[in-house]
């Protein structure tokens, strides 16, 4: 950790909301200053999402952390029981800063240095920070020279932060353990559900990094999502996302941010990206307009009535509802396709359950096919009685047995 003397005292006060950018945006030199003179400002309530902050995991006594997800280094603040989760739509943050029922009184931002005129680009995390910044009664950035300059959303003025520092630091990489040959398999059979000119949102890991390689054979596919990866720039590369077919936004790729490496970083002036709100990129009017959109999302584990559970594990916080209900029921609704894609087993534990362990995340109506390793299982217009055989059919074939005697039982 690099001290940069800043005091935030004269700025945040008892009893403040403060929130931060995630992910690799995360003003970490600011939120690192906020943990260290936290005792000297009394009680803060936070918000932040995705971290790579493992200073977190100790939180001052006095500071009450909240998010919409247990994501990153969130997932042992949860384990701690600091941790509080907001269940909420990501569609919803931007009502819930502007309704102040999340902490904004003040925000932290990490930010590229000023253009020509002045303003400040929120760079590669534009997602929620770009509607909490409009709401916040204090904003403090970090001046990150390394932070790229995008567009999409517009720049803040130097004028509107009541204090900066300036520092030179390379962005936070996403952690990538790397596709193996279960995700490889299960992206060939995602990559059959998917059409020509459709628009595909996906999240980030190996298997949506699988999912996403496994696309290099089709055309003039689309983007639009919350996140923005290194298997996006690669499609690119190949000619394969052009975006020629988008509804709305037509050649152009739409994120909220970018989680990735420093490669990815470095090129996004290469790509014809927007990086915009999540009042936009998340808004369910927007994505009633993209008539070929294909929802692509994971989960922890799926009921034999097809809802979806990508929150609890064991009875712990482990995800999050963020995006996935927006963008499947868009999809499953005035789309193309609503897919969940999960491994059979995780732990040795079938992933195709009688029942949750946990909230359910996303509707059952709102899933068109879930596919695992061993097959798809299509859902959409089939009656309830036919949805448990389906998903029984694409269990591991060691939990097949029990998953029939569980649903036996329930008949």
């Not at 999540?278 to 009633?288: E, K, R």
């Not at 482990?318 to 491994?343: E, K, N, P, Y």
């Not at 362990?357 to 299509?378: F, I, K, Q, S």
């Amino acid at each position: 950790m690099v001290d940069l003397g800043i005091d935030l005292r004269p700025h945040i006060r008892a009893g403040d909301g403060v929130w931060w950018s995630q992910a690799g945006a995360e003003a970490t030199p600011l939120v690192d200053a906020l943990l260290d003179q936290a005792g000297d400002i009394g009680p803060v309530r936070a918000f932040c999402g995705l971290t790579f902050n493992r200073r977190l995991r100790e939180l001052p006594e006095n500071l009450a952390l909240s998010s919409y997800g247990a994501m990153g280094e969130l997932r042992a603040v949860s384990k701690a029981g600091r941790l509080e989760v907001v269940p909420a739509h990501y569609s919803v943050l931007p009502r819930l800063f502007a309704e102040r029922l999340l902490p904004g009184d003040v925000g932290l931002v990490q930010v590229s240095p000023p253009d020509a005129e002045g303003r400040c680009s929120l760079g590669i995390g534009a997602d929620y920070a770009a509607d909490a910044v409009r709401h916040s009664r204090v904003l403090i950035a970090e001046i990150n020279h390394r932070m790229p300059r995008t567009t999409g959303t517009p720049g803040i003025p130097l004028a509107s932060f009541a204090a900066t520092v300036e520092t030179d630091r390379s962005l936070p990489e996403a952690p990538d353990r790397g596709p193996d040959e279960v995700d490889e398999a299960i992206a060939a059979r995602v990559a059959e559900l998917v059409e020509d000119g459709d628009t595909v949102q996906m999240g980030v890991g190996a298997l949506p990094t699988a999912i996403m390689d496994g696309l290099s054979g089709h055309r003039d596919l689309g983007f639009h999502s919350g996140m923005l990866t290194d298997g996006v720039l690669r499609l690119v590369e190949k000619g394969v996302i052009t975006g020629r077919r988008k509804e709305i936004d037509e050649g152009v790729l739409v994120t909220g941010t970018a989680i990735g490496s420093a490669e990815l970083y470095a090129r996004l002036g290469e790509l014809p990206v927007l990086f915009r709100p999540a009042s936009y990129t998340h808004d369910p009017g927007v994505l009633s307009r993209l008539r070929r959109l294909v929802a692509i999302n994971s989960a922890i584990e799926v009921d034999l009535s097809g809802q979806v559970g990508g929150e609890v594990a064991g009875g712990r916080y482990l995800g999050g509802i963020g995006g996935q209900a927006d963008f499947s029921g868009a999809a499953a609704r005035t789309g193309a396709r609503s897919i969940i894609a999960l491994r059979s087993t995780a732990g040795g534990a079938s992933t195709i359950v009688p029942a949750l362990g946990g909230p359910v995340t996303t509707a059952r109506a709102d899933v068109d096919a879930v596919v695992t390793e061993h097959g798809v299982a299509r859902l959409r217009g089939v009656p309830l009685a036919g949805l448990a055989e389906r998903l029984v059919a694409i269990a591991a074939p060691e939990h097949r047995d029990s998953l029939y005697r569980a649903l036996r039982e329930d008949t």
